[in-house]
């Protein structure tokens, strides 16, 4: 799956519109099923009927009616010690003190985070599907923060693609949030972006690459850069990290492809640098395929497709021809869409010291991820879809990363590097501002395939 590709994936929605909050996490996202009633949801999960309309005020308004497919969110029992004490403050230290009302309303370091979550949550379609596990994660943040002494008040308004989110905006509570997270469809960034204008809040685009408003806006946070901006990024750090090899590029006759955009652009780099590179041809002899390596410096290899046939016969012919002269040294450079590939060709990816460009990594072996994939079959009695990248992980990546920094330096918070101090477990954040505009994330990385048999992640 291309980049360019994921992002259009994730952009696609209903729901009516809702608020609900609560000051930690839900316990759990239910779907209607037919013939449910609101008391039969309480009871089944172990809660009242009070706290089930409290966490959905919605069933409270005249003539509401459970719908087949609707969304029902689940708090924990009112007893439960995930509730947040609202009535202290919660300093950067951690310890609790009496603020004065005035005071915890002007500085966010000293109260609850006020966070905003504006996305498709349902189970009528795929954005929907994807948009609750994003948002899942999110709840999994505020827990994880509440434990390390972090009070976050959540709301979450569910917003469709066809919806007019200005009419989301108009509830008096989107108007106090620190932070919102949203929206999906691009078409909904620019009346989110004049409201967070006017209002001084903060905007997380988890997703969207199409936000002008970038530009003109110092509050917008844009998590994913435009392929034009990723290919000017890995290009740099690819002349960095390979600047004493050689670079062959081959030509695989896929018509369809659109990598050119990378390959030209990296060619007219190196001709400006005075670097010498060689271009050859899947469909070449094994004696012309040969001739484009070099035999005095390490070679790195360059696709113009990201296609698995192409690769295959690729990885065959370096095979070939690494056999044959057994003193080159190859390494391979690709693209995101090969972490599909992964389980197939794995071996190869270690034989030839495989390098693949990505704005996000998930180690399946890695104690994190089993930990937090434990945690959230716990919590929501069920397994995060098999997908690139994990939407629950980006959820919580996301909502810690900004929490915790808006926690640490309240409105001042601008996302650079290393100031935070949390490793994300998937996608690399770090943001540097747009000319006079908002913020941009520049965190990148390389998964790096070693000849040795390990993987490793090198983010810059």
Not at 348 to 367: E, H, K, V
């Amino acid at each position: 799956m291309s980049f360019r590709y994921l992002l259009l994936l994730l952009l696609s929605v209903f729901f009516a519109d809702s608020a609900l909050s609560q000051t930690t996490k839900w316990k759990d996202i239910h779907t209607v099923k037919r013939k449910e009633t609101i008391y039969g949801i309480a009871r089944d999960n172990g809660i009242t009927e009070a706290e089930l309309r409290r966490a959905n005020p919605e069933m409270n308004e005249p003539g509401y009616k459970l719908k087949k497919g609707s969304t029902v969110f689940i708090p924990f029992p009112s007893t439960s010690s995930s509730s947040s004490d609202t009535k202290g403050a919660v300093p950067a230290s951690g310890n609790r003190v009496k603020q004065s009302s005035a005071q915890s309303e002007t500085d966010m370091r000293h109260r609850a985070i006020r966070v905003g979550v504006m996305l498709p949550l349902h189970d009528i379609n795929g954005d929907g599907r994807r948009m609750v596990e994003y948002y899942r994660g999110v709840l999994m943040a505020c827990d994880s923060l509440r434990q390390n002494g972090i009070s976050v008040d959540i709301r979450a308004w569910n917003v469709p693609e066809d919806a007019d989110i200005r009419i989301t905006l108009r509830r008096k509570e989107a108007s106090l949030c620190d932070l919102i997270i949203g929206p999906l469809y691009s078409k909904q960034v620019k009346p989110l972006s004049d409201f967070a204008a006017e209002h001084n809040i903060k905007v997380l685009i988890p997703f969207s690459i199409n936000a002008p408003e970038l530009q003109t806006n110092r509050n917008i946070y844009q998590v994913y850069q435009s392929p034009a901006d990723q290919n000017e990024t890995v290009i740099s750090r690819f002349l960095e990290r390979f600047a004493g090899s050689h670079v062959v590029f081959i030509d695989c006759n896929d018509t369809t492809s659109r990598k050119g955009i990378f390959t030209f652009g990296l060619r007219r780099r190196l001709e400006t640098m005075g670097r010498h590179y060689s271009i050859t041809n899947l469909k070449s002899s094994e004696q012309a395929f040969t001739k484009a390596f070099s035999t005095t410096m390490p070679n790195v290899v360059i696709l113009n497709t990201a296609r698995s046939p192409e690769l295959n016969v690729a990885m065959a012919k370096l095979n070939g021809v690494v056999t044959a002269n057994q003193n080159l040294k190859v390494s391979l450079f690709g693209y995101t869409e090969w972490m599909m590939y992964t389980r197939h060709n794995l071996d190869n990816y270690y034989r030839f010291d495989t390098y693949i460009p990505a704005p996000f990594f998930l180690n399946p072996l890695s104690p994190r991820t089993a930990r937090f994939e434990q945690k959230y079959r716990w919590n929501f009695h069920a397994d995060m879809m098999q997908s690139l990248p994990r939407f629950a992980i980006t959820g919580f990546d996301h909502a810690y990363y900004f929490i915790k920094g808006l926690h640490l330096y309240g409105r001042e918070f601008v996302g650079p590097k290393g100031v935070v101090g949390y490793t994300p477990i998937q996608t690399p954040l770090y943001f540097e501002r747009i000319g006079n505009g908002g913020l941009q994330n520049r965190g990148m990385l390389f998964v790096h395939y070693t000849p040795s048999h390990t993987t490793e992640t090198i983010t810059f």
